[in-house]
């Protein structure tokens, strides 16, 4: 049997291959390919003609993209609404045999479900954010805010009420937001899977140094990773500890970055580096050059970038939103849009060099709950429950 998978993600084609960022690279898919024959990807596909840096290949063997109408914004979708709408239910007939899985929360999903639910078609939902915390007052600025924020999450609401098998990326966080009130099947996975070679093989020690390097990475096509809560906290930072340098690097570029580099100009920020797009390959190479990890976002569902860190034994704080609690003990964390609590954090943690040590060693030991083979076995019975419902 064929999958069918619906994200809101968006990809570039060159020459006939389709690339994402990190998180389709080609390798993602083989999760779904021990299951399935082949995997066909429904997504906003945008025909790219000029240079660019693909360093993300998502298409290949058995892996497939239907190409929707490319469109950022709910402008650019309303007048390609009839389009897109119109080629979700050819889609849907041409591939009635096949699986369907919908990434949620997204408009993408919602069109594909709506379609399915007409057909009285089975499908299964991977709930992956949160869109409350996504169309927070903090997070996303449109004067249609109110709207998408009741509308997004009615939607996913009713996305979950009418799925065969729901797989959720947090172990209870939305689940007990948006849970399932039927007797559908329901598990969680996150979105990575550490190999057993992947993680460290002991915790972290402090030692002492001329500057200590913290790390973040998150995309900025929006302001949802809070890189403008980063700078200020730098900023508070240098104030306050000068006698305790730390160079700040941020990995991931979007539409937000320029702004941010001249902000970080502004602010005459010598020690704060936005690095841009880099492989998975070099994010890991940066965390184990690094000290300290920092993930400030004011929304989440489950960062696989943090667990990844926990891998490495490196001591990460990171705010109260989404599944970030999940991860995390309560003395890693701190609220969201607070840059002087995360000056002080910084500070707490880079000057106790013991406890430095022993939060390492409990996200070391935390990270092995997402070793590959723990996750693969409850990703492949969510499968397996959606392949049956055929």
Same mark, same amino acid.
């Given at each position: !049997?064929?999958?069918?998978?619906?994200?809101?993600?968006?990809?570039?084609?060159?020459?006939?291959?389709?690339?994402?960022?990190?998180?389709?690279?080609?390798?993602?898919?083989?999760?779904?390919?021990?299951?399935?024959?082949?995997?066909?990807?429904?997504?906003?596909?945008?025909?790219?003609?000029? =240079?660019?840096?693909?360093?993300?290949?998502?298409?290949?063997?058995?892996?497939?993209?239907?190409?929707?109408?490319?469109?950022?914004?709910?402008?650019?979708?309303?007048?390609?609404?009839?389009?897109?709408?119109?080629?979700?239910?050819?889609?849907?007939?041409?591939?009635?045999?096949?699986?369907?899985?919908?990434?949620?929360?997204?408009?993408?999903?919602?069109?594909?479900?709506?379609?399915?639910?007409?057909?009285?078609?089975?499908?299964?939902?991977?709930?992956?954010?949160?869109?409350?915390?996504?169309?927070?007052?903090?997070?996303?600025?449109?004067?249609?805010?109110?709207?998408?924020?009741?509308?997004?999450?009615?939607?996913?609401?009713?996305?979950?009420?009418?799925?065969?098998?729901?797989?959720?990326?947090?172990?209870?966080?939305?689940?007990?937001?948006?849970?399932?009130?039927?007797?559908?099947?329901?598990?969680?996975?996150?979105?990575?899977?550490?190999?057993?070679?992947?993680?460290?093989?002991?915790?972290?020690?402090?030692?002492?140094?001329?500057?200590?390097?913290?790390?973040?990475?998150?995309?900025?096509?929006? !302001?949802?990773?809070?890189?403008?809560?980063?700078?200020?906290?730098?900023?508070?930072?240098?104030?306050?500890?000068?006698?305790?340098?730390?160079?700040?690097?941020?990995?991931?570029?979007?539409?937000? !970055?320029?702004?941010?580099?001249?902000?970080?100009?502004?602010?005459?920020?010598?020690?704060?580096?936005?690095?841009?797009?880099?492989?998975?390959?070099?994010?890991?190479?940066?965390?184990?050059?690094?000290?300290?990890?920092?993930?400030?976002?004011?929304?989440?569902?489950?960062?696989?970038?943090?667990?990844?860190? !926990?891998?490495?034994?490196?001591?990460?704080?990171?705010?109260?939103?989404?599944?970030?609690?999940?991860?995390?003990?309560?003395?890693?964390?701190?609220?969201?849009?607070?840059?002087?609590?995360?000056?002080?954090?910084?500070?707490?943690?880079?000057?106790?060099?013991?406890?430095?040590?022993?939060?390492?060693?409990?996200?070391?030991?935390?990270?092995?709950?997402?070793?590959?083979?723990?996750?693969?076995?409850?990703?492949?019975?969510?499968?397996?429950?959606?392949?049956?419902? =055929?």
């Amino acid at each position: !049997m064929n999958l069918v998978f619906v994200t809101e993600a968006r990809f570039l084609n060159k020459n006939g291959n389709v690339y994402g960022d990190a998180a389709f690279e080609y390798a993602i898919w083989q999760r779904y390919l021990k299951v399935f024959d082949e995997i066909f990807i429904v997504a906003r596909v945008d025909q790219q003609d000029d =240079d660019f840096n693909k360093k993300y290949k998502s298409s290949g063997d058995k892996v497939h993209f239907i190409d929707m109408p490319y469109y950022i914004g709910p402008l650019q979708y309303l007048l390609k609404y009839f389009q897109i709408h119109n080629q979700v239910k050819r889609l849907v007939k041409t591939h009635w045999n096949a699986a369907f899985i919908c990434r949620v929360p997204g408009n993408m999903g919602d069109i594909v479900i709506k379609e399915l639910k007409r057909k009285s078609k089975a499908y299964g939902i991977e709930v992956v954010g949160d869109p409350d915390e996504v169309f927070s007052d903090e997070s996303f600025k449109h004067p249609l805010k109110k709207f998408f924020h009741k509308n997004t999450i009615r939607n996913l609401k009713r996305n979950i009420s009418g799925a065969a098998a729901v797989l959720y990326v947090t172990k209870y966080t939305l689940q007990r937001k948006y849970p399932v009130f039927s007797d559908s099947f329901t598990t969680y996975a996150s979105n990575v899977m550490l190999s057993s070679d992947f993680s460290a093989k002991e915790p972290k020690t402090l030692t002492k140094a001329k500057v200590y390097k913290v790390l973040s990475a998150g995309s900025l096509e929006q !302001m949802y990773k809070a890189p403008d809560i980063a700078l200020e906290a730098v900023k508070i930072y240098n104030s306050k500890f000068p006698e305790q340098p730390i160079e700040f690097n941020w990995l991931g570029d979007g539409i937000y !970055m320029e702004n941010l580099q001249k902000q970080c100009a502004d602010m005459k920020l010598n020690n704060f580096h936005f690095k841009g797009q880099v492989s998975s390959k070099q994010v890991v190479d940066e965390m184990k050059k690094c000290d300290l990890f920092v993930l400030v976002s004011r929304t989440e569902g489950l960062p696989r970038v943090i667990i990844e860190a !926990m891998a490495q034994g490196l001591p990460v704080i990171g705010t109260k939103v989404g599944g970030i609690p999940e991860l995390l003990n309560e003395d890693s964390l701190i609220e969201k849009n607070n840059a002087e609590a995360l000056a002080l954090k910084i500070n707490e943690i880079l000057s106790r060099p013991d406890y430095y040590t022993k939060l390492s060693a409990r996200n070391l030991k935390e990270a092995c709950e997402y070793d590959a083979s723990l996750l693969s076995s409850r990703r492949e019975e969510f499968y397996q429950t959606l392949k049956a419902q =055929d």
